[in-house]
């Protein structure tokens, strides 16, 4: 979930010994393999470090909140360091963040038995374990675009090729070409990754979607890999806690994964924890692909994740009030802007909005940081179909959107 | 590194919703895929189960000291967690531990720039994603055994194959073919999988047999990943700190990568911290497969590391002398029981000893759970080569080694 990728610049480097052994070192050589360094880099690491230097940049660009984590889920972790939890733990998690796990999205998405929950070291983590256990190489995965990368290079690391299908964008936003998705999904396509709410769009697939979408599969025996981790940051009705999930509508023993992180709904990016939910057939495989893996997530984090599930339900939903209320300050204030056009979405914590100018996104964004101080992601971080548009996290308060809606002010004013 | 995989045993399963969705389920077929079904499980798992009920085991089955990380790298990381380090940090690694990883590395084994070294989610981590940097499906992998099975399994998940060499055994313990070695590292070899000291022999290799190795790989173009986890968990002469490594004879561009970990000379099993040594040309590709593997370790699980590497000399010789103490104590006792032949090599903290009637030493290891209520691992774990012994984990106290060798003293002469 994380695109801080800050390069640590030039450090100066001391000579590396001399090698004491015959043959050549063959350095030139020695790069990774050609699917490795096809992967994409990350734009905005690209982005930031165009501003290396730059002494007041207000970044915006991070899918990740300014906010700390909550005081009672750190002292968990510092209970439990406290009291000598710094062993190994079972592969699959720690019996009480299982359980307390089940109890928290049976109650979300309907009955959901332990075995069928899994701990994993960050959402991640969970979605290169779930293409680990179904996909090889030659596979043929499908994704819809514009999309965190992520989603589309980790089936590539195991040979998959990925196809991707593009949302449409018009007078209500970001919106799901359905039938061009049930075309993609040909009967020898293997998975589907699909992110909702999702990043960066704030796209909401529906429950009619949803359901489509998972009666094709059926029929095709097709995986779907579901990337849930911004379902609590939902904008819906009154009382409505979540996105729709797949989880609705799937049994649990189907070929859905559904994957979710701490990152979000309780403010733990930098805990690395997450979670899948998965049919009981496959939790053996998945032990093992843990064990090669990371093996577990570390002991005291999982048991932090034991309170945040259990004991921040007011936390989250206060999270929610106050995303809520800095997703329309920003939206409102975007909106006087000259050249931008900006929709307001139902989900994540993002605003990903069409800027005049910015058919070179990553152009644009460099400028941005370089002559306004003013960190955006470029659209074309998420795809080809990003391009045109700026992703802004408004994960903060609205005095420093304010400052920072001030900067691009200023830059279109200027150019 | 963990082996620690013991299952939550049975739950009782809420009914999970019926599908509100057209199309079949198709449950029978939602399991995972070829290459992940085939991959072994953990025979250790296996043995523990076998010992659900009984109510006293002395467990020396898991590479993992029975002692608590020390409180000074505890405190650390609760430190980290009240000033609020909870964020995203760089994929490689934050600076402070990359620097100081660099300066512990240069001290062992000679000038290592900062930009050789990356911050790891476990040494485990570091092997999953040193061989996703190098292979991919259809490439040859060769491996030393018996081995930790991670090594010889992990290829495997990218569709590479695992040929093994196997140790020798005889008067001087386990031995290095390099004959034979260097004649299964064909032109066509991509990578040497090799872990000294070794898990769970205790072998060391030589550094005349590196040397060899390296030659040889170089002319070849083979890259080499070296687990030397247990590198400072070495009883060699007064003064020496740590066994021979590829890293004393190798340039740090060439084709090589040094993984190793936390877990074994801080007793930090249970945080899942680990490094590599690689090229500098692999360090932007390495970035990547971080960011969509885990994205980064936890940042004050990091700032631990940082206090352990910096702070934690003494600890870890005063450690390294204490396990000495327990493997010359526990080899001295099984020495004197019939029916067992063991050698005491020179490095990691196991006894990897022949015992009569181990011959089928998964039997032989349930068996002895169920019966004796002692814990032990059966050498087929760790390959076939390892069929016939077992392995015994000495880190704990000798007190705890004797009621152990007590209990397979008794169940000895009782069979």
């Not at 001391?14 to 790069?31: K, L």
């Not at 005081?71 to 968990?76: D, K, M, P, Q, S």
């Not at 023993?253 to 805990?271: H, P, Q, Y």
């Not at 690395?272 to 939790?283: D, I, K, Q, S, Y």
Request: charged share 20%.
């Amino acid at each position: 979930m994380s695109d801080l990728d800050l390069s640590s610049s030039a450090i100066s480097l001391p000579d590396t010994p001399a090698a004491p052994v015959a043959g050549t070192g063959g350095s030139a050589q020695a790069t990774a393999r050609d699917a490795v360094r096809a992967l994409r880099s990350s734009q905005i690491r690209e982005v930031a470090n165009a501003g290396f230097g730059v002494a007041d940049v207000l970044p915006f660009w991070f899918g990740e909140s300014d906010r700390v984590t909550p005081a009672f889920i750190r002292e968990a972790a510092t209970g439990a360091l406290a009291r000598g939890e710094t062993f190994y733990t079972h592969n699959l998690g720690i019996a009480p963040l299982r359980e307390a796990l089940a109890r928290y999205v049976s109650d979300l998405h309907g009955a959901t038995p332990i075995e069928s929950v899994a701990v994993t070291s960050a959402g991640v983590n969970a979605l290169m374990l779930a293409a680990q256990l179904v996909v090889g190489a030659g596979d043929r995965v499908v994704a819809v675009t514009p999309l965190w990368p992520n989603l589309v290079e980790i089936p590539k690391i195991l040979g998959a090729s990925v196809e991707t299908v593009a949302l449409g964008y018009g007078e209500r936003g970001w919106t799901l070409d359905l039938e061009g998705l049930l075309k993609a999904l040909t009967p020898d396509t293997k998975l589907l990754m699909i992110n909702s709410p999702n990043n960066p769009t704030g796209w909401v697939m529906t429950r009619d979607e949803q359901r489509a979408v998972l009666a094709h599969c059926r029929r095709h025996g097709i995986w779907i890999v579901a990337d849930e981790v911004y379902e609590r940051l939902y904008y819906g009705a009154a009382g409505e806690r979540t996105a729709p999930s797949f989880l609705d509508l799937a049994s649990r023993d189907e070929r859905l994964i559904c994957v979710n992180s701490f990152s979000k709904a309780w403010l733990m990016t930098g805990w690395r924890l997450g979670w899948m939910v998965a049919p009981r057939a496959l939790m053996d495989d998945l032990g093992k692909l843990v064990e090669y893996n990371t093996s577990c997530a570390p002991s005291f984090v999982q048991q932090a994740g034991v309170v945040a599930v259990e004991q921040g339900e007011a936390f989250t939903r206060s999270l929610v009030a106050d995303l809520r209320v800095s997703r329309d300050h920003l939206a409102a204030a975007l909106a006087g802007l000259p050249g931008v056009d900006v929709k307001v979405p139902h989900g994540a914590m993002y605003l990903f909005f069409k800027l005049e100018g910015a058919q070179q996104s990553l152009d644009l964004c460099k400028a941005l940081v370089r002559e306004a101080g003013l960190g955006l992601a470029p659209g074309s971080a998420f795809g080809s179909r990003g391009e045109g548009f700026v992703r802004w996290c408004y994960a903060c308060d609205p005095a420093r959107l304010d400052a920072g809606v001030e900067r691009l002010s200023r830059y279109l004013a200027s150019r």
